[in-house]
T-cell receptor
Framework: NAGVTQTPKFQVLKTGQSMTLQCAQD?????MSWYRQDPGMGLRLIHY???????DQGEVPNGYNVSRSTTEDFPLRLLSAAPSQTSVYFC??????????FGPGTRLTVT | LAKTTQPISMDSYEGQEVNITCSHN???????ITWYQQFPSQGPRFIIQ???TKVTNEVASLFIPADRKSSTLSLPRVSLSDTAVYYC?????????????FGGGTRVLVKP
């Protein structure tokens, strides 16, 4: 099992560009989340999903969209990239109890 | 969600025991306490979870006093590879557990 995979690993965007960060899991977990981690800081929740077709906002949702059409995939869309969105993005999945499984992260730089 | 407070950093030496205490004065009845470890350029990794008293696994022990307003993660006989950031999280189980909040964590440096 691959667990949680994220693509791309690195991305550089110009201000105003849009892109989609991909996240896929093969653990058949219902719950998936997106976090961002700024340098030297803890993780902050952007959006989460408790199952296919159901999403909700986390702590810092502005500037991001998500959808969950399948159990396996949970893409994160940046609508119009801004330098403040420069960060490392982690996708995570869980059965709904406390152990979350994190992907390797996507390092995004917006210039 | 209960707010947690933990030391910013700790230094230790190989072979020593490291104890990291986390304060969570506003912990709710349904809240569990969970610890994660994060190495540079990697996502956090689950270490241990508990509700009360003591929990032990092959990696660490978690001590929770009766009032549950704090918890202590104990790492026995650390090695250089235990150098990482350790996060204490408090929150409900179930769907709400998907909304865990990560604080700043404790940066542990293990020296030779």
């Amino acid at each position: 099992n691959a667990g949680v995979t994220q693509t791309p690993k690195f991305q550089v965007l110009k201000t105003g560009q849009s892109m989609t960060l991909q996240c896929a899991q093969d653990m058949n977990h219902e719950y998936m989340s997106w976090y961002r981690q700024d340098p030297g800081m803890g993780l902050r929740l952007i959006h989460y999903s408790v199952g296919a077709g159901i999403t909700d906002q986390g702590e810092v949702p502005n500037g991001y969209n998500v959808s969950r059409s399948t159990t396996e995939d949970f893409p994160l869309r940046l609508l119009s990239a801004a330098p403040s969105q420069t960060s490392v993005y982690f996708c995570a999945t869980t059965t709904g109890l406390y152990e979350q499984y994190f992907g390797p992260g996507t390092r995004l730089t917006v210039t | 969600l209960a707010k947690t407070t933990q030391p910013i950093s700790m230094d230790s030496y190989e072979g020593q025991e490291v104890n990291i205490t986390c304060s969570h004065n506003n912990i709710a009845t349904n809240d569990y306490i969970t610890w994660y470890q994060q190495f540079p350029s990697q996502g956090p990794r689950f270490i241990i979870q508990g509700y009360k008293t003591k929990v032990t696994n092959e990696v660490a022990s978690l001590f929770i006093p009766a009032d549950r307003k704090s918890s202590t993660l104990s790492l026995p006989r650390v090695s250089l590879s235990d150098t990482a950031v350790y996060y204490c999280l408090v929150g409900e189980s179930g769907a709400a557990g998907n909304k865990l909040t990560f604080g700043g964590g404790t940066r542990v440096l293990v020296k030779p």
